[in-house]
């Protein structure tokens, strides 16, 4: 594979933005989004996002090969200095430690946004996220059983921390 970068990420990263995420909405359980987004509503959502918090993404050349970003862990004033992080990696890239750099840089970078604390939301089963959290440090917090509906059938998920 070519040099890899990482950078915030522009408009003209929408559209394969989109398509990555799009990948994940349609076939499998780990967004409980339903469905498809389109590059206006992605671009809403990530000019809000990069008032307050870091979204990145990983390229080569013109290719985007995955996405991250932070974003309010609750709405309420007092939880400003934590966040909720996300990360997708293009479903042709998955399992080569792309996740782990791109992770490591938005971790890096909550710092300047003065985010402490990193919250993930992982839905379960899903054992290569585990482990990739476990590599970053992040300790699991607590898991709530049945809390989606999605594809027929009742969803899981666990909130795993970091202190960044």
Known sequence: ?????????TQ???????????HYIKNTLITFDEEP???????????SLQKNYPVLVMHTGDSVLGYAYAAA???KTAYKHSAETTIY???????????QRLYNALLSSLALFEVVN???????????SIKLHEKL???KIGRFDKVGYKMEQWVD???WQKHV
């Open 1 to 9: 594979m070519q040099n890899t970068y990482i950078r915030e990420a």
């Open 12 to 22: 003209d990263d929408l559209s394969q933005i989109v398509d990555i995420y799009n």
């Open 37 to 47: 987004y389109t590059v206006s509503q992605l671009s809403d959502k990530i000019l």
């Open 73 to 75: 862990w609750k709405a």
């Open 89 to 99: 990696i293009h479903p042709d890239h998955e399992g080569k430690g792309l996740g």
């Open 118 to 128: 990193a919250i993930a939301c992982i839905t379960i089963p899903n054992e290569a």
């Open 137 to 139: 440090g992040f300790k």
């Open 157 to 159: 998920v666990e909130y």
